[in-house]
């Protein structure tokens, strides 16, 4: 016998009683490791929750906001969206912001290199 590992001699009557204590330990533990794949998987939540949340808490609020775009040699932030398009989705349409540009709309503002 291995010292520190505790064993139990249980006797049953008959095979279906040995059976049945088998599987009612077997269901147990495995519900115990479903319960530990649940925690492990809300660990791993928390953590990327938490990461996450620090990550924002770094960031300014100003360059959280702000959305900037290259048009041509020079670097422009959208102040606001026109035309039914939100600052994310102008940013994404370059002939639009090309038009804006040549229009000199006041949308877009032609930020200084630094």
Do not use: C
Request: glycine content about 4%; overall charge neutral; hydrophobic content about 35%.
């Amino acid at each position: 016998m291995m010292s520190g590992l505790n064993t139990y001699k249980m006797k049953f009557e008959t095979l279906e009683a040995a059976q049945a204590a088998y599987n009612q330990l077997k269901t147990s533990f495995d519900n115990q490791a479903v319960s530990l794949q649940n925690a492990l998987n809300e660990k791993e939540i928390a953590e990327t929750t938490a990461l996450e949340a620090i990550q924002k808490a770094n960031t300014s609020p100003e360059e959280s906001k702000k959305t900037t775009v290259k048009i041509g040699t020079d670097k422009y932030e959208i102040v606001f969206g026109v035309d039914g398009l939100t600052k994310e989705e102008l940013a994404k349409d370059s002939k639009k912001l090309a038009t804006m540009v040549k229009k000199g709309s006041a949308a877009l503002i032609k930020m200084e290199d630094k």
